[in-house]
């Protein structure tokens, strides 16, 4: 049972443009969501975290975006670079639990 | 750096042989995640440990698989009589509390390779 899904395994965009990072769930259970950036041979690297009651969170050029009703969150960065490419995970978490619920991932390249 | 740390970084056993992954969580962390990633995969919870506890196994196999936090010296995944499943990148993460809404800081991770 795949909890969280990323549905797109690699994403390309242009230097300076908009990357959009999708991310969807179907456990109703997550009060938490993080988004974290991994480079080969490295552990993930925390990124940016939303808690449910709230829509949006902004860090930089870093926003990532809740919809509840949709089981959908979204990771914006803008503008984008090229040391942004990377594999980048949604997670899930419950928040009496601990655990982190990973998507797949997602390829980001930036090219110059 | 007083990040985490994993040691060895990479690991190569043989199928039968025992592999020892090691884990220093952040200073002042007291809560200790395995999680596992297989090639072309994310990474899958495995277990949760406070000092001296395990709080959340409910992802690690139920065979050769043991972890432990004691409470003085790192955390320690245990895999009894590897197979060739078993490869993977094995990544340790810390947090101060617990529960979900408490940042994970990730290891860079041990490559096991069973031949």
């Known amino acids: 049972d795949q909890q969280v899904k990323q549905n797109s395994p690699s994403l390309s965009v242009q230097e300076g443009r908009i990357s959009i990072l999708n991310c969807d769930y179907t456990?109703?259970?997550?009060?938490?969501f993080l988004w974290y950036k991994k480079y080969p041979a490295e552990g993930p690297t925390f990124l940016i975290s939303?808690?449910?009651?709230?829509d949006k969170n902004e860090d930089g050029r870093f926003t990532v975006f809740l919809n509840k009703s949709a089981k959908h969150l979204s990771l914006h960065i803008v503008p984008s670079q090229p040391g942004d490419s990377a594999v980048y995970f949604c997670?899930?978490?419950?928040?009496?639990?601990?655990?982190?619920?990973f998507g797949q991932g997602t390829t980001l390249q930036v090219k110059p | 750096n007083a990040g985490v740390m994993q040691n060895p970084r990479h690991l190569v056993r043989r199928r039968g042989q025992e592999a020892r992954l090691r884990c220093s969580p952040v200073k002042g962390h007291s809560h200790v995640y395995w999680y596992r990633q297989l090639p072309e995969e994310g990474l899958k919870f495995m277990v949760y440990?406070?000092?001296?506890?395990?709080?959340?196994e409910s992802g690690m196999p139920k065979e050769r698989f043991s972890a432990e936090f004691p409470k003085e010296g790192p955390s320690i995944l245990r895999i009894q009589q590897v197979v060739r499943g078993d490869s993977a990148a094995y990544f340790c993460?810390?947090?101060?509390?617990?529960?979900?809404?408490?940042?994970?800081?990730f290891g860079p991770g041990t490559r096991l390779t069973v031949l």
């Open positions: 939303i808690s449910s009651i709230k």
């Open positions: 456990n109703s259970m997550f009060d938490y």
């Open positions: 440990l406070q000092k001296e506890n395990i709080i959340d």
């Open positions: 993460a810390s947090s101060q509390s617990s529960g979900g809404t408490d940042t994970q800081y």
């Open positions: 997670a899930g978490a419950s928040g009496n639990t601990g655990k982190l619920i």
